[in-house]
């Protein structure tokens, strides 16, 4: 449970940093910007639930492709869970790329569990991930086998993640 506790706080901390330093960037003034004066543009600048929702559409449809390019369709996610019990993807340009360390393994577990509480679909609480130099082990239930693709998908489209292997178990909710 402390361990937990210490990667959630390091990860904390990373996207507080990492929301500050955007910011910072964002506010400051260029100095072309100070030459030059402020021409309006026809349309006002997006807010930050429309940019959100646009940046929330684009992963969708990312992940959506991805999922069929690793082969993690529903059918063939179900023919690998009946036929092995467990569903293993590799991205093939990570292999060969230097061992992550212990600060990397916290960030990609805590991207992975914040991407699944930010889905609908997919549980944090029920999925539990694990991370060892890159390769991410993802074990709880879920409802469908969709989902175990979804979850696979959601875990490969990390950055510093090059193996996954899912032991999820298809458990339909009870209504």
Partial sequence: MKKALFLFLIGAAAGAFGYYYVQEKRTATPATAEAKPLEKSAQPAPTLTERARDEAKAVKNSVANKLTEWHLTPDEIGS????????????????????????????????????????????????????????????????????????????????????????????????
């Fill in 80 to 175: 690998e869970l009946s036929r092995t019990g467990q569903v293993v993807r590799t991205k093939a340009q990570a292999t060969g790329e230097t061992i992550a360390t212990a600060t990397t393994n916290a960030r990609i577990v805590t991207v992975i569990k914040a991407k699944y509480a930010l889905d609908q679909e997919l549980s944090a609480r029920a999925i539990e991930v694990d991370c060892e130099s890159g390769q991410v082990t993802l074990r709880g239930n879920v409802a469908n086998t969709a989902l175990v693709a979804k979850a696979v998908g959601v875990a490969l489209d990390t950055d510093g993640v090059s193996h996954v292997t899912a032991k999820l178990t298809v458990a339909p909710e009870k209504g």
